[in-house]
């Protein structure tokens, strides 16, 4: 009885210590591919963008190979080819979820496009039971709908990024939009600030208590610093950020 305490005593802080020590050397080895990943956040984006693009046709591809199979009859050459791939499907479908979440959680939302991703979001998601139905009891309608949802989802999403493209074009380009701040603000600096210059994401200062003046906020629009590129939009347009972010978010 009395030794229980004791033993406990003993060994409590050593195991603390030992957790500590191994939280802390994880933490030493992890922290600086944390702070290189949020810096380099545009990096990230794009890395996880293109795996996106390959991993997603790949996962088509797979789908187109075995639908046809299923259709046409390819029974034990379906089951065949079901076998060898799967392990590849699995890690295939693991980035394919994994890129595309955090995609989603990247994208600047309220534009007016933004239904298109919830379709796509709800077709991903409804067409996995109905593939996994469809080829457990070999249902040739549920396998083809199933590719059809989500070479639909995949046609939606490039939708979704044309028409964002374009919007963005016409905010970049249009002599109109030029001195539109508000919406060359949204265009070009809420991944990082948010819409109301509070969100400091990848180490992205509060715009609303900035003390910088408006020549200043052109000049980091214009050439960036640290952390911040340089935005991709001509003297007129930075202009008219700076003025927007002067005089709407800073101090607001
Ligand atoms: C990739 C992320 C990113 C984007 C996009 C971005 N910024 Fe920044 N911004 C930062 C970071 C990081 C800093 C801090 C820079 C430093 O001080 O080293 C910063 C700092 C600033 C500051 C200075 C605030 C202060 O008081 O020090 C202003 C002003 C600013 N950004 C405005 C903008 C505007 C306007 C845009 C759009 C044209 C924009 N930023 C786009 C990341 C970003």
């Known amino acids: 009885m009395i030794f229980l305490p004791n033993s406990l005593s003993i060994h ?5 210590n030992r957790f500590t020590k191994i939280t802390n ?31 997603v046709s790949l996962f088509l591809l797979l789908y187109v190979i075995k639908t046809v199979l299923l259709l046409s009859n390819k029974t034990d050459l379906l089951k065949t080819f079901s076998k060898k791939t799967k392990l590849f499907e699995i890690i295939i479908s693991f980035l394919f979820l994994l890129t595309g ?3 989603m959680t990247q994208i600047p939302y ?42 639909g989802s995949f046609g939606l999403g490039e939708v979704y990024h044309k ?7 016409m905010d ?3 002599p109109l939009a030029a001195n539109d ?21 990848s180490g992205a200062k509060d715009l609303t208590t900035s003390v910088m003046d408006l ?25 008219a950020i700076a003025a927007y972010v002067n005089d709407q978010i800073k101090g607001h």
């Open 12 to 16: 409590k802080p050593s195991n603390l």
């Open 25 to 55: 050397s994880y933490l030493h080895f992890i922290l600086p591919f944390i702070a290189i990943f949020t810096v380099n956040i545009h990096i990230m984006y794009k890395g996880f963008l293109h795996t996106h693009y390959l991993v």
């Open 101 to 103: 979440i955090y995609l």
């Open 110 to 151: 309220g534009g007016k496009y933004d239904y298109l991703l919830w379709i796509k979001l709800v077709m991903i998601f409804a067409s996995i039971p109905i593939a996994v139905i469809g080829f457990r009891r070999s249902n040739k309608m549920l396998a083809a709908l199933s590719l059809l949802m989500i070479t």
């Open 163 to 169: 028409k964002k493209g374009i919007a963005k074009e």
């Open 172 to 174: 970049t380009t249009t």
């Open 181 to 201: 701040g508000k919406a060359l603000y949204e265009a070009n600096c809420t991944l990082c600030h948010g819409a109301d210059g509070k969100l400091g994401m």
């Open 215 to 239: 020549a200043a906020i052109k000049e980091i629009i214009i050439h960036g610093k640290g952390a911040m590129p340089a935005a991709q939009v001509n003297a007129e347009q930075a202009t």
